[in-house]
C-alpha cells in the first residue's frame, strides 16, 4: 500500500528552514487555543480542589489550665465569665511544634496546674495546641476540675481518622487520601488520633479515639489513617469535647 | 544534525518555542496559585506550599498530555511538525515541573516527623489494596522513567545507546503516563471529589488513546496492501506520476517500509527510517540534492543513503528500476550506505 505525497502543496519544514505560510498560520490559531486552554485548567483547577476551610492557627499565647497525659495529652483550660450556658473549661488537644506529641519537658509537668505557651490551631469547635513550653501554675480558686466526664452512652458513628493539627488548618485539605502519609506520620509521633464524623444534619462532629483502658491508640490506627471507618464504643463527654472509648480491633473499614 | 556534540544547538525558531514553553507555564503557576488565593481569601492554606504542590504536579499531567498529543497528531497533518522538532525540550521541563512536584510534597508531607522523609514516603502507606494503595509509588515510578528519558534525551546518548536501544527506552513514556494516570486517580481524585476532576483525567486518557489509535490506523492503511514480488525479486509499486517531483511514495515490501524519491529525472529508494529518532524520510524532502528528514532535519543522498560528509549516519538502499511508466523495486534491502545506481527516466 502507499502514501501518497502528504502535502499537496509541497510545503515543507525543518527547524532550520522557513515555515510555510500556511503551517503558521495555522499554528497561529492552533497555539493560542492550546495555551488558552491550558490557562483555562490553571483558573479552574484550584476551584474544584479541596483546600478551603475556615481552619487555621493564630499566635503564641500563654494558657493557665491542668495538664493530663492520658488518653491523649490535652490540657483543661478553666473558661472566664459566665459559662452557665455552655462547658466551663476546653478541652485542647497537645502536639508539639513539628509532627510530634508534646514535648518532654512538657509532659513532665503532667498531673499538674501549669501555663502552658503554645500556638492555637483551630477548626470548628476543634482546639489544638502546639506546645512549646510548660511551667507550674497555682491552681485557680473556685474550679472544679472534672477528670471523669460524663457518659453518654454507647454510640456507632462513621468517620475518618485525621490527625487535629493538619486537619485544624496547618495543611489544607489535611485529611484523606493526599494528607494520609503525613496523618501518618503525624500520628505516629504522638498527635492525637481524631475521628472527624458528620452527622445527618450535615454538622461536623469530633471523637477523640482512646482505648478501653483510657490509653492512647496511636500506633494501632496508622494503617487506617483517613479510611472511612465504622467505630462503636462508649462517648465520654468532656466539656464540649467527646472521647469514643474502643477497642481498635473493633473499627471497622467501610 | 551535527558531528560534534553540543548541549543545544540554538536557533532561532527553538528559541521562539523555549520561549513560548516556558512562558505558558510560569503563567500556568502564577494563574494557579492566584485563582488559589482570589477564590480561598482567609481560608487558603497559609504559606501555600501545597498550593504550589499541586500547581506543579497539574502542570506537569497537562504538559504530559501535549507531549504524547504530538505524534500522532504529526501522523495526522504534518502541520504539527514544528511542534516535533523541539518536543525534548518539553519533556525535560515536565520532568522538572514533576521534581518540584516531588519536593515539596517530600518536604511538606514526610519531614519533621520521626522518620526520614523518604523511609516515610516508601513506607508510610503500607495498605496495598486497590484504593487505599500508596499512590505516592505510582508517582515515584513516572518521575524515575521520565528522568531517565530527561537524561538520556539528548543526541550524545541517542548515538551511543544506538536508536533501537534509546527509542525502546523512550517508548517507556507510555508505561510512565500509566503510572501517573495511576497516581493522579489513587490520589487527587481521591481527595477531590468534584467531577470536573474526575471527567477532566477521563478525556484526557481517552484523548491519548484515541488518538494514538486514529494514527496507528492511519498507519496500518499504509501496511495493508500487498505487492506482487516477482522472480527477480522486485515489485510493481506504481507509476512515476504518482510521485511529486523532490517527494517520496512509501511502499510496504516484506515487512519494511520503503520511501522512493524522485528528483532530477530519476528514482531512488531508501528506508523509511530516518537513523536519529526513526522518523519517517519518506514524508521527508529533497533540499540540495539530499533526502531531508521532516523531523529534525536529518539528511541522507538518495543514491547511497549516506549522510553527505561529515555525518555519518547511514540508510539500507534498495535497487530500483522502470519500464515505461511502471516502477519496480526491490524487496531486499542493500546494506546502509550502499551506492545503488538511481533508475533513470527517459
Not at chain 1, 459559662?83 to 508534646?102: C, H, I, Q, R, V
Not at chain 2, 497537562?62 to 504524547?68: R, Y
Request: with cysteine; net charge neutral.
Amino acid at each position: 500500500m502507499t502514501t501518497n505525497n502528504p502535502q499537496p502543496q509541497d510545503e515543507f519544514y525543518v527547524n532550520y528552514l522557513p515555515m510555510p505560510r500556511s503551517w503558521s498560520a495555522f499554528l497561529l490559531k492552533f497555539l493560542p487555543l492550546l495555551i488558552a486552554g491550558v490557562l483555562i485548567f490553571a483558573y479552574i483547577l484550584p476551584t474544584v480542589h479541596d483546600q478551603y476551610n475556615k481552619g487555621g492557627f493564630s499566635k503564641r499565647t500563654d494558657y493557665l489550665g491542668y495538664l493530663v497525659a492520658n488518653p491523649v495529652p490535652h490540657l483543661i483550660v478553666p473558661r472566664p465569665g459566665n459559662t452557665e450556658a455552655g462547658a466551663d473549661y476546653s478541652y485542647y488537644l497537645l502536639a508539639a511544634g513539628n509532627k510530634a506529641g508534646p514535648p518532654k519537658k512538657v509532659m513532665e509537668q503532667a498531673g499538674n496546674w501549669v501555663t502552658l505557651t503554645g500556638l492555637p490551631i483551630a477548626r470548628n469547635n476543634l482546639t489544638l495546641l502546639a506546645a512549646f513550653k510548660a511551667e507550674t501554675a497555682e491552681a485557680p480558686e473556685g474550679f472544679d476540675l472534672d477528670l471523669k466526664g460524663k457518659s453518654l452512652g454507647e454510640f456507632t458513628v462513621e468517620g475518618e481518622i485525621v490527625d487535629p493539627k493538619c486537619y485544624n488548618g496547618v495543611m489544607k485539605p489535611g485529611r484523606t487520601k493526599t494528607h494520609r502519609g503525613c496523618a501518618i506520620r503525624c500520628i505516629s509521633g504522638g498527635i492525637p488520633p481524631t475521628l472527624v464524623s458528620h452527622n445527618a444534619q450535615g454538622d461536623t462532629i469530633y471523637f477523640v479515639l482512646s482505648d478501653l483502658e483510657d490509653q492512647a491508640v496511636n500506633d494501632r490506627v496508622l494503617n487506617i489513617v483517613g479510611d472511612p471507618l465504622r467505630i462503636t464504643g462508649e462517648v465520654v463527654q468532656f466539656g464540649d469535647t467527646f472521647v469514643l472509648k474502643a477497642d481498635p480491633e473493633t473499627y471497622e473499614v467501610i | 544534525m551535527s558531528v560534534s556534540y553540543k548541549s543545544i544547538q540554538w536557533n532561532r525558531q527553538k528559541i521562539i518555542y523555549d520561549l513560548l514553553l516556558v512562558a505558558t507555564i510560569a503563567l500556568y503557576l502564577y494563574l494557579f496559585v492566584w485563582s488559589t488565593q482570589w477564590f480561598g481569601g482567609a481560608d487558603v492554606e497559609r504559606g501555600l506550599r501545597a498550593i504550589w504542590i499541586r500547581a506543579y504536579g497539574s502542570a506537569a499531567f497537562i504538559l504530559l498530555h501535549v507531549i504524547l498529543s504530538i505524534g500522532p497528531l504529526t501522523r495526522l497533518s504534518p502541520k504539527f511538525y514544528p511542534l516535533l522538532f523541539n518536543r525534548r525540550h518539553m519533556g525535560v521541563v515536565m520532568f522538572l515541573l514533576g521534581v518540584q512536584h516531588a519536593r515539596g510534597t517530600l518536604a511538606w508531607y514526610h519531614d519533621f516527623g520521626n522518620l526520614d522523609p523518604i523511609v516515610s514516603l516508601l513506607t508510610g502507606n503500607l495498605n496495598f489494596g486497590f484504593i487505599p494503595f500508596p499512590f505516592e509509588l505510582l508517582g515515584i515510578g513516572g518521575l524515575l522513567i521520565l528522568g531517565l528519558m530527561a537524561i538520556t534525551s539528548h543526541d550524545f546518548w541517542l548515538h551511543n545507546l544506538t536508536a533501537p536501544v534509546w527509542k525502546a527506552l523512550h517508548m517507556c513514556v507510555y508505561l510512565a503516563y500509566s503510572l501517573l494516570v495511576g497516581h493522579v486517580f489513587l490520589g487527587a481524585l481521591q481527595t477531590n471529589k468534584h467531577p470536573f476532576l474526575t471527567i477532566a483525567v477521563g478525556i484526557g486518557l481517552v484523548w491519548i488513546v484515541g488518538v494514538h489509535f486514529w494514527a496507528a490506523r492511519k498507519e496500518a492503511g499504509c501496511d495493508r496492501q500487498t505487492f506482487l514480488i516477482n522472480t527477480e525479486g522486485f515489485a510493481d509499486i506504481g507509476s512515476i506520476s504518482e510521485i511529486p517531483e523532490n517527494r517520496a511514495k512509501v511502499v510496504t515490501l516484506a515487512g519494511e517500509r520503503i520511501a522512493v524519491f524522485k528528483y532530477d529525472g530519476k528514482i531512488s529508494a531508501i528506508s523509511n527510517v530516518c537513523q536519529h529518532q526513526n522518523g519517517p524520510l519518506g514524508e521527508g524532502k529533497i533540499l540540495d540534492g539530499c533526502i531531508t528528514c521532516p523531523w529534525h532535519g536529518y539528511q541522507y543522498r538518495p543514491e547511497d543513503g549516506a549522510s553527505p560528509p561529515p555525518f555519518t549516519e547511514k540508510v539500507p538502499t534498495f535497487a530500483v528500476r522502470l519500464q515505461g511508466d511502471r516502477i519496480f523495486l526491490s524487496a531486499t534491502p542493500n546494506l546502509p550506505g550502499t551506492p545503488v545506481e538511481p533508475a533513470v527516466i527517459a
